[in-house]
Nanobody
Framework: QVQLVESGGGLVQAGGSLRLSCAAS????????MGWFRQAPGKEREFVAA????????AYADSVKGRFTISRDNAKNTVYLQMNSLNPEDTAVYYC?????????????????????WGQGTQVTVSS
């Protein structure tokens, strides 16, 4: 059974930092890229960042580029999202997702529907 469990969310003041973690289990037989998405109240789920299986490739939404950093530790089956210079517009529930690598397919996608597994989400609230 595949499980993705996020942690590290919370309340932070504008300008502050948070580090989210996502621990994956049940995916040991597959290679998978990982993504972070977020969803604010009344808005659609949006892409934040992604990282390839090896960690050598990353992708970011323009809104977080230069402030957020995605990384992974495959020995621990964990992916991280370091978030710096947070602002109130970053307030949302943050979700991690896994995309099983299939030969010939792009390693990441900005569309939630292209990811195979999801965590339950962790709330990030940035106060002004």
């Amino acid at each position: 059974q595949v499980q993705l469990v996020e942690s590290g969310g919370g309340l932070v003041q504008a300008g502050g930092s948070l580090r989210l973690s996502c621990a994956a289990s049940g995916l040991t037989a597959s290679r998978y890229s990982m993504g972070w998405f977020r969803q604010a109240p009344g808005k659609e789920r949006e892409f934040v960042a992604a990282i390839s299986w090896s960690g050598s490739s990353t992708a970011y939404a323009d809104s977080v580029k230069g402030r957020f950093t995605i990384s992974r530790d495959n020995a621990k089956n964990t992916v991280y999202l370091q978030m710096n210079s947070l602002n109130p517009e970053d307030t949302a529930v943050y979700y991690c997702a896994a995309k099983i690598q299939v030969y010939g397919s792009r390693w990441y996608s900005v569309r939630p529907v292209d990811y195979d597994y999801w965590g339950q989400g962790t709330q990030v609230t940035v106060s002004s």
